[in-house]
């Protein structure tokens, strides 16, 4: 595919569980960042990737946060003992190396996760 | 801490009219700046990016303008159409790091 894809598009899950969200950036692109959006609000940062390594993850609200790029390509948000405040749309972004001033970063549709 | 204010919060016009979005943010020492558009259930689909030494960026019927030292921008709508009806977020990248810092947008409903 051309652009950012993300799995699943929808996850209901119940209070305490975990759960994975993946990303798929777009070919090529070396850079990935993860945002979460609640209603009404604009995406908030999470993390951002750099190759495989987390050149900068001061956006995770706190442990049970967790993503990983074992490969420098497809991501995984990982998030444990789910709260129902972690309801919100997980959106993800690639773009080209990070750096750039006309970079732009291509967004994914986003995964909606409700927690029960 | 940036922070990013985006007036009006939603915002309701006829089919034709001109219009204009406000952003505002408190960090004038910014990287660049963006206009994205948001269509329910979907992601961000970038419309303009301007440069922190640019003035304004045109894309067809769009207009951003920005002044860096008084930490404003404004998207400019031409003849609105219905296929214009979004939420349109604005955006700072900083000078120093990577991540987008987001206003909450507005959105825009074009009545036919």
């Known amino acids: 595919g051309a652009g950012v894809s993300q799995t699943p598009s929808n996850k209901v899950t119940e209070k305490g569980k975990y759960v994975e969200l993946r990303c798929d950036p777009i070919?090529?692109?070396?850079?990935l960042y993860w945002y979460r959006q609640s209603l009404g609000q604009g995406p908030e940062f999470l993390i951002y990737?750099?190759?495989?390594?987390?050149?900068?993850d001061s956006g995770l609200p706190n442990d049970r946060f967790f993503a990983v790029r074992p490969e420098g390509s497809v991501s995984t948000l990982k998030i444990q003992r789910t709260e129902r405040g972690d309801s919100a749309v997980y959106l993800c972004?690639?773009?080209?190396f990070g750096t750039g001033r006309w970079e732009t970063q291509y967004f994914g549709p986003g995964t909606r996760l409700l927690v029960l | 801490k940036q922070e990013v204010t985006q007036i009006p919060a939603a915002l309701s016009v006829p089919e034709g009219e001109n219009l204009v979005l406000n952003c505002s943010f408190t960090d004038s020492a910014i990287y660049n700046l963006q206009w994205f558009r948001q269509d329910p259930g979907k992601g961000l689909t970038s419309l303009l990016l301007i440069q922190s030494s640019q003035r304004e960026q045109t894309s067809g019927r769009l207009n951003a303008s920005l002044d860096k030292s008084s930490g404003r921008s404004t998207l400019y709508i031409a003849a609105s159409q219905p296929g214009d009806s979004a939420t349109y977020l604005c955006?700072?990248?900083?000078?120093?790091?990577?991540?987008?810092?987001f206003g909450a947008g507005t959105i825009l409903r074009v009545k036919s």
């Open positions: 972004a690639s773009s080209l």
């Open positions: 990737f750099q190759g495989t390594g987390a050149a900068d």
């Open positions: 070919s090529g692109h070396t850079a």
């Open positions: 955006a700072v990248r900083e000078e120093y790091g990577n991540k987008l810092v």
